[in-house]
Structures are given as structure tokens and as C-alpha cells.
């Protein structure tokens, strides 16, 4: 493969972990949720692009299906959710944005000494793929931990997904990688249609989920 | 194959045409008949060929719980027919709801029997992913705002909990790929399990610790046990059976699976003692919990995470004897717990409450029903003649004899389990009655005689091929 090549996977996977990284960032809901489609596209092309290069065709569906679902008809259905029930358009943090940057970063430093040593026989474009990929994932972890409201968890929850398709589309020749998408895409789907079914914000009076935190006990 | 193609394509069938079902009780009927039908040719599997290709595969381990699968799904399918009408009668559901119920419950069927018979890690994962699915939505049927709130909470501990173990399948294929090369083959276990040692060790360590958080969260081990006392309390009373009987073992089934590719392998780090010590962790922490519980269905929640803390206990400690106990205990408590849950819901249905407090007096007030959940309740507390005694009495043996150390948490955890069992079983069956009284309601307790029947047989005497079959398994386990 040509140095050419390389960079330019290197740099679209980079980008899907810096766009990890303004999720953190950010404080709009609207901001938040349109990093979270530039992170899909960020997806989508590399997915893309290892499709182009290694000729594994299966994978352009990957790209086409983080590209028309998560960048485009997920971010619409999350605007229409917040703009129909008035949901706030600040995000409420349990820990600061400084902080959580810096938790972030020790994150991805974690899943780098982690993951090179242990992969130290596999082609170093995948080991580095999968070292940005777990720091995604970790990133979203961290997401759903630290910010408080339900829809900034669902979209933790998407960008932890799309660290794990990047690593499933690292991995060469990895099969079932569309199929694993597709099941990822129902489960969040059925989590948003569940906020709009459910009504949660009816119930719960808001989306916070502190108030789930009450229900931690026992039905009086 | 046929087999294996009617024993998926059933449920998977029903599951697209329930929701058509003009009334829920041609639904409840419809579902009654396809998990016989299911059940019935589950059985088949003893008399055919063991079809293995790279899709699906049936060995030792993976035919008893099918089997097993497929009996309790068919008796909670019974047990839920009755539940549903009863709930519909006195309007705590809304028939409108109701139409994807049956449908669910028949997707979950075909998702538990995907996961089990699926020759593949990735088929593995989208079942038990599909059944999260299925769960959350039948958690949410009646609609309160309780029940909304337990299936948001199991939806994104176990969210993540799947997406945790996609990351461990990905490294188990990544330690695959560079010996077996690309393609389906190299995820398949069968194949797996051939090649497994010469695959790189540190890759499969640093892939079970994601599988073990992954599948451990849907298996309910302590610390990531936080969902199920909640879908299991807020649930429909069925859903709650098959959530306990069925879908734990299913986690753990994955598990292992795992376990003996690590196993096989040799080289990595022992998986035993992770299992060891999440599993005693469970035990101990569900075993005081359930001193506290003022809800029936949550209590009998924590016993369950407490049994599959002890299963998991038993396979991280490995041995043939340690193996053959957690087989038997894994069936057994599915068989018993399955069984309380269907008492539980009659209970709830004479006296109108899950509420412990206003639970008194049973064997005075409702005589069949307070003896059977005293009989359930001996059984789960793992007293003689049951069958959860047996399996028991092993693990403690074995442990004395191959880590000392290990028996006295493990002792420990099961009499303050047994305490708390036998405090709530005084107030439960002999106290005074009080609260509502209704007449009738009830329904059938057949499914409940038969899950206790067997579970009394296997604490009496276990048939000889059954023996072998199990000694089989240990030995695959390693």
C-alpha cells in the first residue's frame, strides 16, 4: 500500500476520534447533534476508503448506511424531537468540560499503550486503526457517564457505536461488519422511538435523568 | 439442518405474523402452539445427525439448552395466556399495546435459540442484541411510568454492555485472522476451537475482559447487575420468567464459550479466576440485598443474580466436578426460578399487590398456591430432597477440595442467602392474611407442577445418560 494511501486512512479515522472529542466540547444541543452527523460522515468516508483500497465492496454498504442513517436521517429526527417537546438547548454536565477533556485524552492514552503492545503482530495500519477505534469507544463511554440528559446519552451511546464499526471495518476482511451495523442502527432507532412513543418527556417531566436516579429503590 | 432451520424459522415466523392476530386470545393461542411446535422438534434433536456447518451447529453443550429453551418458553407461553387475560379483565393493560406482545415474545424465542445454536460470534451478538431488544419493549407494556423507566435503564446498561462485547468479538477475530485467514470461517467455533493454539495470547486476554464486562452485563454479575432488579420487577410477570430462566443462561452461555476458546488456547491468562471472583462478588452482594426488598418479584430478582453469581462461581472453578455442578444448577434454576415467577404472578393476581408487606398468610388464605410457593421457595434455598440441593452440596464439596480458601465466602454467601429466603417465607406462607382476598382468578398451575416435578426428580435421582451427557459437557468445558 502506498504511503498515500495510508495517510489518508489515517487522517479520516483521526478525524472520527478530534470529532469524538468536540462531542465532549460542546454545550448546544443543535451544536452537538451536528458534530455527531460530521462524525458519521467522517465514518462513512473511512469506511469508504477501505473499501476503495482493499476492494472489499461489502463495506461500501457500511458507508452507506452511516451515511444516509447516522449523518442525515438520525441528526433530523433528534432536532424534531428537541424542537417538539422543548427539550433544553444547553446540555447539563455531572463533570465539567474541562474535565472531561482531560478524562479524554487519559482515555485515549490508555487505549494506546494499551492496544499497540498487545497487537504487535498485526499490520500497523490495523493496529492503529483499533487504537483510535477503543478511544472512540471510550470517548462515548465517557459521554454517557458525564452528561446528564437523555438524548446527549443516546448520542454518547451512537458515537461509542461508531468507534466500533471503525474498528470492525479496520480489521481486514471481517465478515458480518454490514450486518453488526445494520442490528446497531435498529437498537438506536428503537431507542429514539422510544423516547417519542414513551413520551418520556411527558412522564419523566424532562429528559434529565436524575429523575431515573429516584427510581433506584423500591416501588412504594 | 432441517432441524436446526424449523427450530429458528418457527418463531421467527410467528414473530412477523403474530402482530396480525385479530383478538390477544387467538394471539396467546397462536403462541401457545408454536412454542409446542417449537418445543417438539427442540426434541428431535436427539434422534438426528449433530449438523454442524458454518452458520449453525449443535454439540453436548449447546442441545441441553435448547431443550431446556424451548420447555420453559412453552410452559410460560401457557402461564402467560392466563396472565394476559387476567391483566386485560382488570385493565391493567391496554389491549392496544397488546399486539406486539406475542410477537416479541416469539422474537425473543428465536433470538435466545439463535444465540444458542448460532456456529458464529457475530450471529451470536446480533441474537443477544435482538433479545435486548425484544426484552425492553415487553419490559415497557404497561405503559407506567415505572415500567417506562426500568426498560430505559435496561436499555442503556445493556446498550453498552453489547457494545463492550462486539469489541471483544472483533479482537477474538483479529486474533483468528492472521492464522485461519479472512472469511466467515474465522469466526465460526467449530473451527475456532480447532485452530485455537496457535492464536495470540494477549489478544484473546485483552478480548475477554471486554467479552467478560459485555455479556457479564446481560448475565446480571455484580457490579453490573444494576438493570435486572428493575425490568425484572416493573416487567410483565411472563417476561420476568423468561428473563431469569432463560436470557441469563443465554449470556452465560456466551461466555463460556469464550472461556474454552481460552481454555483451548493455553496459553492466555486464566480465565477462572475473573469468572471466580465476579460470581462470589454477585453471591455475596445479592445474598444480604435481599434482606431489604419490599417487592416479591424484586426480591426473587436478587436470588437470581445470587444463582447465577453461584453458576458463574462453579465454571470459573472448572474441574469435571465443578463443571457438572454448574450445568445442573444452571438447569435447575431456571426450571425453579421460571416456576416462582409464574406463583409470583398469581399471587400478585388473588391479592391485587407485589407489595411484601401486604403478602401474608398465604397457605391460610389461597392453601394450593401458599404450599407450592413453599415448596418453590424450599427448593430455591437449596434444601434436600431438591435438585438446586445437589448441585450445591457439590460446588461447596468441590471447593473444600480444590481451593479451600474460596468456601468460606462461598458458604458465607449462601447461608446469609438461605437467612434471608427463610425470613421472608415465614411472613409469606404462615403469618396472619391480610390485604384483599380476591376469590377465583388464579388460573392454571400446571406449568408450575411441572418445572417443580422435574426439579424434584434431579434432586432424587438423575437417569444415568443424563450423568454421562453432563460428564460430557464438563469435559468440553475443561
Redo the contacts between chains.
Keep these: 500500500m502506498s504511503t498515500l494511501h495510508y495517510d489518508i486512512a489515517h487522517v479520516l479515522d483521526g478525524s472520527v476520534l478530534l470529532l469524538g472529542f468536540l462531542l465532549l466540547y460542546q454545550r448546544r444541543m443543535f451544536g452537538l447533534i451536528n458534530i455527531f452527523a460530521f462524525q458519521a460522515l467522517g465514518l462513512a468516508l473511512a469506511a469508504a476508503w477501505q473499501a476503495h483500497v482493499h476492494g472489499e465492496s461489502h463495506l461500501y454498504a457500511t458507508a452507506l448506511i452511516a451515511l444516509s442513517v447516522k449523518a442525515g436521517i438520525i441528526p433530523y429526527a433528534l432536532r424534531r424531537l428537541i424542537i417538539h417537546f422543548g427539550i433544553h438547548r444547553t446540555i447539563d454536565t455531572a463533570l465539567g468540560i474541562g474535565p472531561s477533556l482531560v478524562a479524554g485524552a487519559t482515555l485515549v492514552a490508555l487505549s494506546v499503550m494499551?492496544?499497540l503492545?498487545?497487537?504487535a503482530?498485526?499490520a500497523a495500519l490495523?493496529r492503529e486503526k483499533?487504537a483510535l477505534a477503543?478511544s472512540t469507544?471510550l470517548i462515548g463511554?465517557l459521554m454517557?457517564i458525564t452528561r446528564r440528559n437523555?438524548i446527549t446519552?443516546v448520542i454518547g451511546?451512537m458515537a461509542?457505536?461508531n468507534g466500533?464499526i471503525l474498528?470492525?471495518v479496520g480489521?481486514?476482511?471481517?465478515?458480518?461488519v454490514v450486518?453488526?451495523g445494520i442490528?446497531?442502527e435498529?437498537?438506536v432507532a428503537?431507542?429514539i422511538f422510544?423516547i417519542f412513543f414513551?413520551h418520556?418527556r411527558d412522564?419523566?417531566e424532562s429528559l434529565d435523568l436524575q429523575y431515573?436516579e429516584s427510581?433506584r429503590g423500591?416501588?412504594? | 439442518m432441517t432441524v436446526i432451520l424449523f427450530i429458528l424459522g418457527l418463531p421467527a415466523v410467528a414473530a412477523i405474523l403474530l402482530p396480525l392476530a385479530p383478538s390477544h386470545k387467538v394471539g396467546a393461542k397462536t403462541n401457545i402452539g408454536v412454542c409446542m411446535a417449537t418445543f417438539c422438534v427442540s426434541l428431535a434433536l436427539f434422534f438426528v445427525d449433530r449438523p454442524t456447518d458454518l452458520l449453525f451447529f449443535i454439540d453436548d453443550f449447546n442441545i441441553y439448552l435448547v431443550v431446556l429453551t424451548t420447555f420453559v418458553g412453552l410452559t410460560t407461553s401457557f402461564f402467560s395466556a392466563g396472565y394476559i387475560a387476567h391483566e386485560i379483565e382488570h385493565k391493567h393493560l391496554d389491549v392496544r399495546n397488546l399486539r406486539f406482545y406475542h410477537a416479541m415474545f416469539q422474537a425473543f424465542m428465536f433470538t435466545m435459540l439463535l444465540g444458542l445454536v448460532a456456529n458464529?460470534l457475530?450471529?451470536l451478538?446480533?441474537a443477544v442484541?435482538?433479545a435486548?431488544?425484544a426484552t425492553?419493549?415487553m419490559i415497557?407494556l404497561s405503559?407506567t411510568?415505572?415500567s417506562?423507566?426500568?426498560?430505559?435503564?435496561y436499555?442503556?446498561l445493556c446498550?453498552?454492555g453489547?457494545?463492550?462485547a462486539?469489541?471483544g468479538t472483533?479482537l477474538v477475530?483479529?486474533a483468528a485472522?492472521?492464522v485461519m485467514?479472512?472469511?466467515?470461517h474465522?469466526?465460526a467455533w467449530s473451527e475456532l476451537m480447532r485452530w485455537g493454539p496457535q492464536f495470540?495470547p494477549?489478544?484473546l486476554?485483552?478480548a475477554f475482559v471486554f467479552l467478560l464486562i459485555g455479556y457479564g452485563t446481560k448475565a446480571g454479575l455484580a457490579p453490573l447487575h444494576a438493570w435486572l432488579p428493575?425490568a425484572h420487577?416493573?416487567g410483565p410477570t411472563p417476561v420476568s420468567a423468561v428473563l431469569s430462566g432463560l436470557l441469563l443462561n443465554v449470556a452465560l452461555y456466551a461466555l463460556l464459550r469464550f472461556k474454552m476458546l481460552l481454555v483451548a488456547n493455553g496459553k492466555t491468562l486464566a480465565p477462572g479466576p475473573l469468572m471466580i471472583g465476579m460470581g462470589l462478588m454477585s453471591l455475596v452482594l445479592a445474598s444480604v440485598m435481599l434482606y431489604r426488598?419490599?417487592?416479591i418479584k424484586?426480591m426473587f430478582a436478587y436470588s437470581s443474580i445470587e444463582h447465577i453469581g453461584l453458576v458463574t462461581f462453579a465454571f470459573g472453578l472448572g474441574g469435571a466436578m465443578a463443571n457438572f455442578a454448574g450445568l445442573l444448577h444452571m438447569m435447575l434454576h431456571s426450571l425453579t426460578k421460571s416456576a416462582i415467577f409464574f406463583i409470583v404472578g398469581h399471587v400478585a393476581h388473588v391479592k391485587g399487590t407485589?407489595?411484601l408487606a401486604d403478602l401474608r398468610g398465604l397457605t391460610v388464605s389461597h392453601p394450593p398456591l401458599g404450599w407450592t410457593l413453599v415448596l418453590a421457595m424450599v427448593a430455591i434455598a437449596g434444601l434436600p430432597p431438591l435438585g438446586l440441593f445437589t448441585s450445591e452440596f457439590l460446588m461447596v464439596t468441590t471447593t473444600v477440595s480444590q481451593a479451600p480458601l474460596l468456601a468460606a465466602p462461598l458458604v458465607l454467601g449462601l447461608l446469609v442467602g438461605f437467612g434471608a429466603l427463610a425470613l421472608r417465607l415465614q411472613g409469606l406462607a404462615f403469618g396472619t392474611p391480610r390485604g384483599l382476598v380476591h376469590t377465583g382468578g388464579g388460573g392454571s398451575l400446571v406449568p408450575i407442577y411441572a418445572h417443580l416435578a422435574l426439579v424434584l426428580v434431579a434432586g432424587v435421582y438423575l437417569p444415568a445418560p443424563l450423568v454421562r451427557w453432563f460428564e460430557a459437557v464438563s469435559r468440553l468445558l475443561g
Design positions: 494499551l492496544v503492545p498487545v497487537t503482530d498485526s490495523t483499533l477503543l469507544v463511554l454517557m437523555a446519552q451511546f461509542l457505536e466500533l474498528a470492525a480489521v481486514q476482511g471481517m465478515p458480518l450486518e453488526m442490528a446497531f435498529v437498537m428503537f431507542i422510544g414513551f418520556i412522564r419523566f431515573l427510581h423500591e416501588r412504594r | 458464529n457475530g450471529f451478538w446480533v442484541e435482538g435486548t431488544l425492553a419493549l415497557s405503559r411510568q415505572a417506562i423507566k426500568a426498560a430505559w435503564k436499555f442503556i446498550g453498552v453489547i457494545a463492550l462486539l469489541f472483533i477475530y483479529l485472522q492472521p485467514g479472512a472469511g466467515l474465522a469466526m495470540d494477549v489478544l486476554d485483552l428493575d420487577g416493573e426488598r419490599r417487592d424484586r407485589q407489595n
